[in-house]
């Protein structure tokens, strides 16, 4: 892990699995309102790591804005699924989705992006998502999301800022 911090901006960069050992919980989080987190570099979680990643973010300073860059598809699943895991307001910057041909089962990963490939619910207006149309590099058959588009967009329901 490092980082690297402006007045009370913080930027850091994750690498490896979320797990007991994780640095990033011994960051003096509640110094930062901004706190971007860059999880390319992320392989996976564990349950320790999602019990030390959710007290991580209860120690937050109160309105502070969490941005998620790059989280790969493990992690965009368990703000999806483990409830609480990032606090009300944080944004999906982007996220890594798999796609598959159904032609010859070929294997594709996109970086999917907020406010071109999905946007947040705001105000009276619902969440888009406009996912990209891929072409198989091996056979150039269409490509199909290998996932379940409305269940791994929900955290777009979930924020209100
Ligand atoms: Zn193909």
Known sequence: ?????????????????????????????QNFKNIKLNLSKVTFINSIGVKNWISWTVRFSLGTKLVMEECPYVIVNQVNIVHGFVPKGTVIASFIAPFLCESCAFEMTMKLENDVHYKYAVNQLPH??????????????????????????????????
Do not use: Q, R
């Open 1 to 29: 892990m490092n980082y690297k911090t402006n007045g009370d901006a913080i930027e850091i960069f994750l690498e490896g699995p979320i797990s007991e050992k994780t640095e990033l919980f011994d960051v003096k989080i």
């Open 128 to 161: 888009e998502v406009h996912l990209p149309d891929l072409t198989c590099t091996k056979c150039a058959s269409p490509m199909e999301p290998d996932f379940m588009v409305e269940k791994i967009f929900s955290f777009l329901k979930e924020k209100a800022v």
